[in-house]
């Protein structure tokens, strides 16, 4: 089956804990996008990548990173110094990076800080 | 600081009777439009995109766009009760970076 796979599901962190949430897609996509969720809230752009070894910041790129070293890859790290991480997560992919191609997201990670 | 707007909601309507999604959006020079649909705790599904102005029709889904006043709608027919979730408007501009534009979404319930 095609599609996007994250995982883990459910993740929990401890405090001044670095942890990184999996994004893979067999769709040949080019482009790759991590997008955070709050409860009640808009999507909000944390990072994308428009093609393999190159990715841009979103919105609210503080105390996240990524990488992308394969086309197939995209994980994002959310590092110690994101103070309010526990949100949901959500990676998206598309054909290309020019815009006019539909996105695709994955089941989402719910990270939570305890 | 590009926009994409939605009332929250909730809008309820009866099993059965059409249900009209709106969204507004403020970068002109916006291409391409999506309606997604999310239920509660899950990631967002991709229902209809639409690039032209105009309706588009897809099952019990009608997508319209008028550029000329920056807006996008979604009616559903026959609304079910299956339908009952949180409709998100998505535009990309190409305004430098070529990226997804999320309202908050309209959260729709059917009434049975």
């Known amino acids: 089956d095609g599609g996007i796979t994250q995982s883990p599901k459910y993740l929990f962190r401890k405090e001044g804990q670095n942890v990184t949430l999996s994004c893979e897609q067999n769709l040949n996509h080019d482009a790759m996008y991590w997008y955070r969720q709050d409860p009640g809230q808009g999507l909000r752009l944390i990072y994308y990548?428009?093609?393999?070894?190159?990715?841009q910041k979103g919105d609210i790129a503080e105390g996240y990173s990524v990488s992308r070293e394969k086309k197939e890859s995209f994980p994002l790290t959310v590092t110690s110094a994101q103070k309010n991480p526990t949100a949901f997560y959500l990676c998206?992919?598309?054909?290309?990076?020019?815009?006019?191609?539909?996105?695709?997201f994955g089941q989402g990670t719910r990270l939570t800080v305890v | 600081q590009k926009e994409v707007e939605q009332n929250s909601g909730p809008l309820s309507v009866p099993e059965g009777a059409i249900a009209s999604l709106n969204c507004t959006y403020s970068d002109r020079v916006s291409q391409s439009f999506f309606w997604y649909r999310q239920y509660s705790g899950k990631s967002p599904e991709l229902i209809m995109s639409?690039?032209?102005?105009g309706d588009k029709e897809d099952g019990r889904f009608t997508a319209q766009l008028n550029k000329a006043s920056q807006y996008v709608s979604l009616l559903i027919r026959d609304s079910q009760p299956s339908d009952s979730a949180t409709y998100l408007c998505?535009?990309?501009?190409?305004?430098?970076?070529?990226?997804?534009?999320f309202g908050t979404g309209t959260r729709l319930k059917v009434l049975a």
């Open positions: 990548s428009q093609i393999v070894n190159d990715f």
């Open positions: 998206a992919s598309s054909l290309t990076g020019t815009g006019n191609t539909e996105a695709f």
């Open positions: 998505a535009v990309n501009t190409p305004s430098g970076t070529y990226k997804y534009i």
């Open positions: 639409i690039y032209s102005n």
